[in-house]
């Protein structure tokens, strides 16, 4: 099974701040890495697919990056409504799993 | 508008079943993989299994936790998706997700807003 390893599990920051979480991966997964947002008591959205796509009406502040074993997801203007938790996933095989999240506070 | 809605959800015992549903609108439903994903109160997200198309003979992939207690079917006819749990335990206590993937190594790009699933006597 490929284990995603994601840090920093929590992460404090002022708005405006540009933040990046990182995510790892045990063993290769090219490019198959999806990133989602996740606020309290609602679904996750995806943001980011194949480690560095928008997803079609996501702001362009974020961006994602990577291959291989180790991405990077970044928020360029830290906003008010960007306060969630973030969770990277493989999407490359089975079974299919997601990094332990970030929890991005306010400072 | 695409949209995903679980129900089913509700207290059992554990040992116990529940069946959980995915009633979906707004896209052809036949032409996706389905998944079902878990999140444990407080914990993060946990994939529990997929269901392909029909193009792909409705093949099945399941988690190690749920393989042989949990059973993912649909029906394209009725635009559903199912969850069939079966033993639970206290540890699937959690919110159950539907969510929709386009195939393969693909993400999910739209989700359900979840139904609670409580395991405890």
């Known amino acids: 099974d490929i284990q995603m390893t994601q840090s920093p599990s929590t992460l404090s920051a002022s708005v405006g701040d540009r933040v990046t979480i990182t995510c790892r991966a045990s063993q290769s997964i090219s490019t198959w890495l999806a990133w989602y947002q996740q606020k309290p008591g609602k679904a996750p959205k995806l943001l980011i697919y194949?480690?560095?796509s928008l997803e079609t009406g996501v702001p362009s502040r974020f961006s994602g990056s990577g291959s291989g074993t180790e991405f990077n997801f970044s928020i360029s203007s830290l906003q008010p409504d960007d306060f969630a938790t973030y969770y990277c996933?493989?999407?490359?095989?089975?079974?299919?799993?997601f990094g332990g999240g970030t929890k991005v506070e306010i400072k | 508008e695409v949209q995903l809605v679980e129900s089913g959800g509700g207290l059992v015992q554990p040992g116990g079943s529940l069946r959980l549903s995915c009633a979906v609108s707004g896209f052809t439903f036949s032409d996706h993989y389905m998944d079902w994903v878990r999140q444990a109160p407080g914990k993060g997200l946990e994939w529990v299994g997929r269901?392909?198309?029909?193009?792909?003979?409705?093949?099945?992939e399941y988690a190690a936790s749920v393989k042989g207690r949990f059973t993912i079917s649909r029906d394209d006819s009725k635009n559903s998706l199912y969850l069939q749990m079966n033993s639970l335990k206290t540890e699937d206590t959690a919110v159950y997700y539907c969510a929709r993937t386009i195939g393969g190594a693909e993400p999910m790009d739209v989700w359900g807003q979840g139904t609670t699933v409580t395991v405890s006597s």
């Open positions: 269901t392909r198309n029909k193009g792909n003979s409705y093949t099945t």
């Open positions: 194949s480690a560095s």
């Open positions: 996933q493989e999407c490359n095989g089975y079974p299919l799993t």
